[in-house]
């Protein structure tokens, strides 16, 4: 799960990391009033997606203006923000299709000396968090990467050991750091790394960390992102979660306690136990077609659950044809084939569909489909199902 800049903000405050003054608002006057209570004569209005690189972003259908504004009155301010609330935001990390823009961060604004990049993630090849480090910070960090790697530091983190200060320091000379800021740097990656350990984050990014012109380090933006299984033990970051920003599939899957991750493809996929929801997904792949999400509806699923499933496949417009593959241990047949059956009459069958029963009360399930009217096709086994759908949706693509 991911959240807003000024949320991660006041995380990373919590922990010890220093930020500048900011007000969330939702609306052009909220934006002045917040202008006049911060302090200096620069204020920085901001849009709150979740998506980087909103500096350089652009308006749907401008060519300029941007996520990210310099202003100097409160009236600016005010400005500003009904240039840019509800409309939508397009960043090379959102896609073209880009984000409504429905809140917004005004902050005090600060001059800048230096332009850091300072991130913590999990790589999961070294098993380890990672500090990523580099002393070319600012909106285009992905061009250091593919241009310049060398200007990029990774340093992992024992676990067992934790973050020690020499880390730090030796991280802040390698990023051009010198004298006191090299000891404030320390005190940064110490509220950085506590925050990302004590709260199962996934990942911390400050991109720009700055050095500002009076000499301080001040996080400028900050990005965090969280892993879903901790999330049980975090009731107040589950409580950041902006369902605007979250995959609506993902979302209404969510809901009904359901397994599902959206992907690229084509053929929905309705299978209960992750083993043989993956072995599912390889098939569909061997057989030269790609699988338009995982889901795994669970041992003991409910007919509730059924239907909810399968009303989140059949909404979705990427999915050209379904595969039902279950197999009834705990799990009924005929109860799967009940739920399939009233979500089709519900929804509007517009797909081909195939369905793979087995197990207990299988000879049930198949009858009440045939009996149904349904047009489903009934497949034997694993390799009959997957051939069968992916035949049916190719015809149809020829048709
Ligand atoms: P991003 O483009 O989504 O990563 O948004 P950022 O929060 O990183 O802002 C983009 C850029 O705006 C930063 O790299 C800074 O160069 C600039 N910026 C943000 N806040 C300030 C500020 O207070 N003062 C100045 N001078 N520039 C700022
Ligand atoms: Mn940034």
Redesign the pocket.
Known sequence: MNIH?YQAKALLKHYGMNV?LGVVVHSPGEARDAAKTLPGS?F?V?AQIHA??????HFLGESSGG??R?VKTPEEAKAAAYDMLDRTLV?RQTGPAGRVVRRLYV?A????ER?LYLSLLIDRVARRITVVASDA???SIENVAEKTPERIYKVPIDPALGLSDYQSRDIAVKIGLKGQLIREFAQVMRAAYTAFTTLDAALVEI??LVVTKEGTLLA??AKMGFDDNGLFRHKEIEELRDPNEEDPREREAARFGLSYVGLEGTIGCMVNGAGLAMATMDIIHSEGESPANFLDVGGGASRERVGAAFRILLGDPSVEGVLVNIFGGIMRCDIIAEAVISACREVGLKTPLVVRLAGTKVEEGLKMIEESGLDAIVAEDLGDAARKIVAAVRSRRVA
């Open positions: 800049e500048p620069v920085v901001k980087g690189g909103r500096g350089a972003g996520g990210v310099l960043t902050e604004g600060c001059a800048i332009e910070g600012g909106m991109n720009p400028l933006d």
